[in-house]
């Protein structure tokens, strides 16, 4: 099995969609995604990075087909220290559990610590999202704190409880 990570890119979209369930809408993007709401994020995200903003979305491919997607965003702050950059992950659900995730995240620092983004690769899994924590510790991250964010909130307007785990870049 070949995993490699790749900028998103229009191609994508339906892979995405397609690899989306209630798990990822849940944890990570809060609405059932479209192509053609797809391919504006990645527009979105391309316009951003021209004028300098820190978020860079990536592809992750198995064999070359597209099974989700992995960004990192040094702009996040929420329960981060400085240095930090958040890393944030979503994986079709016949992939999960094979190691996929784990080797995306790798290849993400790997990117962050080339392009001199930051000190720290930072992962915020919901306290109720145990598999994002266990790709944290499969990825090499340590567990640090658990704390409540100020930014995001869960279905009854309550602040979500996050664990921090980080790995040096």
Not at 2 to 13: F, G, N, Q, Y
Not at 19 to 39: F, M, Q
Not at 93 to 116: F, H, K, L, N, Y
């Amino acid at each position: 099995m070949d995993v490699t990570v790749e900028p998103l890119r229009h191609e994508h979209a339906a892979a995405i969609v397609a690899a989306e369930d209630d798990e990822t809408i849940r944890w990570l993007s809060g609405g059932r995604s479209t192509v053609v709401g797809t391919e504006a994020y990645v527009d979105r995200l391309a316009r951003e990075a021209a004028a300098g903003a820190g978020k860079r979305a990536f592809a992750v491919l198995v064999d070359g087909d597209c099974v989700g997607t992995i960004d990192y965003d040094p702009d996040v702050r929420d329960g981060l220290d400085p240095g930090d950059v958040n890393i944030a992950y979503g994986i079709a659900p016949w992939m999960r559990g094979r190691g996929v995730t784990a080797i995306a995240v790798a290849q993400i620092c790997d990117r962050i610590r080339s392009g001199g983004v930051g000190a720290r690769a930072a992962i915020r899994a919901d306290v109720r999202n145990t598999a994002s924590a266990k790709v944290a510790e499969r990825a090499g991250f340590t567990f640090v704190r658990e704390f409540a964010s100020t930014t995001d909130t869960d279905a009854d307007g309550r602040p979500v409880r996050f664990r921090l785990f980080v790995r040096p870049l």
